[in-house]
């Protein structure tokens, strides 16, 4: 179907993290002329199937880096980032205080870099669940947070993150928010162009 701009968009079938993949990978291929594109990731439930699928993409300018750490993958974006790359990155409850140094960082040198956060309970007790204090707990790590409530939300929300954060008014790092579970593994129908 025609959005009358001349925008082909098909409706899929995805899950939330396949939402955030598809738009992190449109986001890259639109910069090929640009600067670029580059992400580092590493899996923790339930955001693997989102860098899983990433990691598959074509991307014409940039790369993806398989690294052994959260705290190493935000290390990786923020090198892209001051290399002038668009960059993406994913991560989950306890992976995002393992990588909470450089999420300060990214934010303390106002780093344009997209973070998919699925929100999962921090322990203790150790759980699954979905709760939102691992993304809250950084809630003054001057991150701009942005919360979805189904996965047309976590997919539109990525591509306004990059155009957010890499406004020169703005010039900050943006987390999308999606809960575990909830919507990360939900197969919805999904606009995609």
């Not at 580092?40 to 993806?64: A, F, M």
């Not at 809960?179 to 162009?193: I, Y």
């Amino acid at each position: 179907t025609g959005d009358g701009d001349g925008v082909r968009m098909t409706v899929e079938l995805v899950s939330a993290n396949h939402a955030s993949a598809m738009a992190a990978t449109l986001a890259a291929r639109a910069n090929r002329t640009g600067r670029g594109f580059g992400s580092g990731v590493y899996p923790i439930t339930p955001q693997t199937e989102c860098i899983e699928l990433l990691c598959r993409q074509e991307i014409e300018k940039g790369s993806v880096v398989r690294v052994e750490s959260e705290h190493s993958a935000m290390a990786v974006c923020i090198g892209f980032a001051l290399g002038g790359a668009r960059t993406f990155t994913a991560s989950s409850s306890n992976g995002l205080t393992f990588m909470a140094e450089n999420v300060f960082v990214a934010a303390f040198y106002r780093l344009p870099i997209v973070m998919m956060a699925v929100n999962r309970t921090l322990g203790p007790p150790w759980n699954i669940w979905a709760e939102h204090g691992d993304t809250l707990s950084l809630r003054d790590a001057g991150w701009i947070q942005i919360y979805c409530e189904d996965n047309q939300e976590v997919f539109d929300a990525t591509l306004l993150a990059f155009r957010l954060a890499e406004d020169h008014r703005v010039l900050l790092p943006a987390m999308v928010c999606q809960d575990a579970f909830v919507l990360s593994h939900t197969m919805m129908q999904t606009e995609v162009p």
